[in-house]
T-cell receptor, first 113, second 113 residues
Framework: GESVGLHLPTLSVQEGDNSIINCAYS??????FIWYKQESGKGPQFIID?????DKRQGQRVTVLLNKTVKHLSLQIAATQPGDSAVYFC????????????FGPGTSLSVIP | NAGVTQTPKFQVLKTGQSMTLQCAQD?????MSWYRQDPGMGLRLIHY???????DQGEVPNGYNVSRSTTEDFPLRLLSAAPSQTSVYFC????????????FGSGTRLTVV
């Protein structure tokens, strides 16, 4: 069935290094993809989004890459900081308000000082 | 703007008790939804609403009820609590699903004993 999954459930990186979090999706009709960050005890927080007509989008220290050929989404965090330690979710959705949103289970990112 | 406000933050219920989780947003968002988050699983949709007076079931609606009498409020009712409903509940809203990302509340941690 349709699913959004993460290749790595946990990721540890050294402070200052770049982090890459991956996500696979199975619904080729999905039009909109979002990365969320969830810190302990808090709700998910929007980081960056990308539409299916784009391959790459950059924000502040974050970049999302979309490879529609292999149905793969990634989040790159540059110069990872201790404050980046959190669980990161990807989500996919269709074009309308009635389309189902699918969230992945999350990847836990730990930054080593 | 306060964003999405959920109350209470923590709650312990006995099996069979009923209660209402409150959710309010002050951003005039049309779309609101309730998710539950369980360890190792992605966010699962319980119920959603695309506007005042309109609600629909999500992926896991059994045992829950919702109403949307105003744009601002979207309460979630547990009719007869069961241990399987022990979870963290998140309310989320967006101006338009598929166009924008969600704004999440800080969550309600519910334990049913």
């Amino acid at each position: 069935g349709e699913s959004v999954g993460l290749h790595l459930p946990t990721l540890s990186v050294q402070e200052g290094d770049n982090s890459i979090i991956n996500c696979a999706y199975s619904n080729s009709a999905s039009d909109y993809f979002i990365w969320y960050k969830q810190e302990s005890g808090k709700g998910p927080q929007f980081i960056i989004d990308i539409r299916s007509n784009m391959d790459k989008r950059q924000g502040q220290r974050v970049t999302v890459l979309l490879n529609k050929t292999v149905k793969h989404l990634s989040l790159q965090i540059a110069a990872t900081q201790p404050g980046d330690s959190a669980v990161y979710f990807c989500a996919e959705m269709g074009k309308t308000s009635y389309d189902k949103v699918i969230f992945g289970p999350g990847t836990s990112l730990s930054v080593i000082p | 703007n306060a964003g999405v406000t959920q109350t209470p933050k923590f709650q312990v219920l006995k099996t069979g008790q009923s209660m209402t989780l409150q959710c309010a947003q002050d951003m005039n968002h049309e779309y609101m939804s309730w998710y539950r988050q369980d360890p190792g699983m992605g966010l699962r949709l319980i119920h959603y609403s695309v506007g005042a007076g309109i609600t629909d079931q999500g992926e896991v609606p059994n045992g829950y009820n919702v109403s949307r009498s105003t744009t601002e409020d979207f309460p979630l009712r547990l009719l007869s609590a069961a241990p399987s409903q022990t979870s963290v509940y998140f309310c989320a809203s967006t101006p338009s699903q598929g166009v924008y990302g969600y704004t999440f509340g800080s969550g309600t941690r519910l334990t049913v004993v």
